[in-house]
């Protein structure tokens, strides 16, 4: 298995308060991504990084912040929350760009 | 952005049948990836395919990279109760960014012991 860890993982937060996720790997991969996960939707990209303090934005950005200030760490914010972003959250590492993508565990969020 | 159909999107078989499933795209891909998502977990690779053609096994699953490299395939033979779960395809397209997979919305299967 991959030494990806996510935390917490679950979490319920009210509408507004800032929240923030943390992804954690033990494999020195260069490559961090955050997806969220939704009925009908699948697997969406939310950001990524191809580095410590590089990131970009993946599909659904809006709403969402990252920080990677460490290789091991990859943190998730969400500056002000919302219902809409009551989800299922993964992380994923790979060593490469092009390589294939492991995932942790998951966050389970729920806004009220 | 790129689609992946993933069919079925359900299925219920009985232990010991074989299942197949696919992913088709109006687009080429330079990889195609199955995995695995059991309840309240993360999905888990199962099997990676680098090259048009190519056929991979891991244990009872069998994929392929379709020669058109628009579509791939992953059967499990033998089906066992522990195979129950959501499979999802994803793939890299070519030319997009290279970081990005494209997902299918994957296959719930059920098996009936």
């Known amino acids: 298995d991959a030494g990806i860890t996510q935390s917490p993982r679950h979490k319920v937060t009210e509408t507004g308060t800032p929240v923030t996720l943390r992804c954690h790997q033990t494999?020195?991969?260069?490559?961090m991504y955050w997806y969220r996960q939704d009925p009908g939707h699948g697997l969406r990209l939310i950001h990524y990084?191809?580095?410590?303090?590089?990131?970009d934005k993946g599909e659904v950005s809006d709403g969402y912040s990252v920080s990677r200030s460490k290789t091991e760490d990859f943190l998730l914010t969400l500056e002000s929350a919302t219902s809409s972003q009551t989800s299922v959250y993964f992380c994923?590492?790979?060593?490469?760009?092009?390589?294939?993508?492991?995932f942790g565990p998951g966050t389970r969020l729920l806004v009220l | 952005g790129q689609q992946l159909n993933q069919s079925p999107q359900s299925m219920f078989i009985q232990e010991g049948e074989d299942v197949s499933m696919n992913c088709t795209s109006s687009s080429i891909f330079n990889t195609w990836l199955w995995y695995k998502q059991e309840p309240g977990e993360g999905p888990v690779l199962l099997i990676a395919l680098y090259k048009a053609g190519e056929l991979t096994s891991n244990g009872r699953l069998t994929a392929q990279f379709g020669i058109t490299r628009k579509d791939s395939f992953l059967n499990i033979s033998a089906s066992i109760p522990s195979d129950v779960g959501i499979y999802f395809c994803a793939g890299q397209p070519r030319g997009g960014s290279n970081y990005k997979l494209t997902f299918g919305k994957g296959t719930l299967l059920t098996v009936n012991p």
């Open positions: 494999e020195n991969h260069r490559y």
């Open positions: 990084s191809y580095g410590v303090k590089d990131t």
């Open positions: 994923a590492i790979s060593v490469r760009e092009q390589e294939t993508q492991y």
